[in-house]
């Protein structure tokens, strides 16, 4: 069994960040009380007609277009069959034969810096279904989602382990996120994940049973339901047994997959075109500006942070999770601070105060400001220590951190004669340990800078510091 290796294919549903439904007037907004963002279109009312959403196209657009995908001049919508009570129509619009965008790739980071190229089969445009909400004693079903954008994006089979599924999602939320197209939430269900897995033979071309993973709604639960799957499978070949072509859903509770129908195929939807939608045709220049006005993408400003500032993999994927995060470094580097200093600040003292990556957009302290707090700390007039007492105050305060600094005392102190007497005071308090640094045991040399930094409220000039120690220390 440890011959077969997984094959694992994505099927990412992304809800499009726009004002309103796909095909009619209703509010997108999340959170609504059900049943209020509603209309004839979206309920599937008789004789209602639906009418495309330009904003929807020009989004979908986006995303193919930064997948390097072929643009369809001519696609169609189509009318996917089937019966669910959150699905008022009794058919869901989408496309079929005739999809938006076709062929294209993205790169995924795993670990290390290592990459994995993904194929994109196709991105297509459709509408959401509603949402069934199942309690005590009844069903229900709220209807707020029907009609909202989607894209699907439908990956080749060439993801082998769990941790590249979700490294891929990480890679679309990414992209979704620095191209404005959605918020990419998956607990609201912005971003949802279907996963299709299979075992074969290693090396072998083919592909075996697979199975459908449904309602997988985090990063974490996209590498453990696969994980889950993939061990499910292993062990009904080990026993002799056939894996059967199914839909699964993912019980996070019991971290587990369950069955949930049989697989359906294409034809079991009874896909034909929409007769109430004419054929989408998009002018190559309408293509081409949009390809135009495309932002620099998340890897592509992770490969420039390692090539041309020198950061670690590990600050640059960081930094280019969100493009506000990589906004406010570009702007605080901008303004004259060091890359990797910048980068460090902002992912520890900077995010340790804010609740999502994204709002350091509105943080009280601008990237300029920063930078004037990083200048102080590089020219040697405050040290990390004094660094980090003022910062709290330049959040609370609009405030530079030189005025701070300036009416609070807080520069380092670079005087060597007043310096000296406080190491000779420190030297004197401690018989023990200047024993014992005499003896041989040089890390006690840490213990008395602590005790002069101490002593001087963390405002001695630390390099001047460690030269006094030495020369007194190694004294007589």
Not at 262 to 272: G, L, M, N, Q
């Amino acid at each position: 069994m440890s011959a077969l290796e997984a094959v694992i294919g994505l099927e990412v549903h992304v809800q499009l960040q726009t004002e309103t439904k796909i095909f009619c007037g209703c509010s997108t907004r999340f959170g609504a009380p059900p049943n209020t963002q509603v209309c004839p279109v979206c309920t599937g009312q008789p004789g209602a007609l639906p009418v495309l959403n330009r904003q929807v196209i020009e989004h979908a657009l986006r995303m193919a277009l930064a997948c390097g995908c072929a643009v369809n001049t001519r696609s169609r919508f189509a009318r996917k069959n089937y019966f669910y009570p959150d699905l008022p129509k009794g058919y869901q619009i989408s496309q079929y034969e005739e999809p938006l965008a076709e062929h294209g790739a993205l790169e995924v980071w795993l670990e290390g810096g290592a990459r994995r190229r993904v194929g994109i089969t196709r991105i297509h445009v459709e509408e959401d279904a509603g949402k069934s909400l199942h309690g005590p004693g009844a069903s229900r079903v709220d209807l707020n989602r029907a009609g909202v954008p989607l894209i699907e994006i439908v990956s080749e089979p060439d993801l082998r382990l769990p941790e590249e599924a979700a490294a891929y999602m990480r890679t679309l939320r990414a992209m979704v996120r620095a191209l404005g197209i959605s918020d990419g939430n998956m607990e609201q269900g912005s971003l949802r994940c279907d996963a299709n897995v299979s075992l074969r033979p290693r090396g072998s071309a083919g592909l075996g049973v697979k199975a459908e993973v449904k309602n997988i709604n985090s990063f974490r639960f996209v590498q453990r339901a696969l994980e889950y799957e993939i061990e499910r499978q292993r062990g009904l070949l080990s026993a002799g047994e056939a894996v059967v072509q199914e839909t699964r859903l993912w019980d996070s509770a019991a971290g587990v997959t369950r069955s949930m129908r049989s697989k359906e195929e294409a034809h079991d939807y009874r896909y034909f075109p929409d007769p109430d939608l004419p054929p989408l045709e998009l002018e190559p220049a309408r293509i081409e500006r949009l390809r135009a006005a495309l932002p620099e993408l998340p890897d592509a400003r992770r490969a420039r942070y390692l090539a041309e500032l020198g950061l670690s993999d590990y600050d640059a994927a960081e930094l280019t999770r969100e493009r506000e995060l990589a906004d406010y470094f570009e702007a605080t580097i901008a303004a004259g601070a060091a890359p990797k200093r910048a980068a460090n600040w902002i992912l520890t003292e900077l995010l340790s105060r804010v609740a999502d990556p994204r709002d350091v957009a509105a943080a009280p302290v601008e990237p300029t400001r920063l930078a004037g707090l990083l200048a102080l700390w590089d020219e040697g007039r405050i040290s990390s220590k004094l660094a980090k007492e003022i910062w709290p105050r330049m959040w609370e305060g609009g405030e530079s951190a030189e005025a701070i600094a300036e009416r609070e005392e807080l520069f380092v102190q670079s005087d060597a004669s007043e310096l000296e007497a406080a190491v000779r005071r420190v030297i004197e308090a401690s018989p023990a340990q200047l024993e014992q640094y005499r003896a041989g045991k040089q890390k006690v040399l840490g213990y008395f800078v602590g005790q002069v930094m101490r002593a001087t409220g963390g405002k001695a000039d630390p390099q001047l510091v460690n030269q006094l120690l030495r020369r007194l220390l190694d004294e007589g």
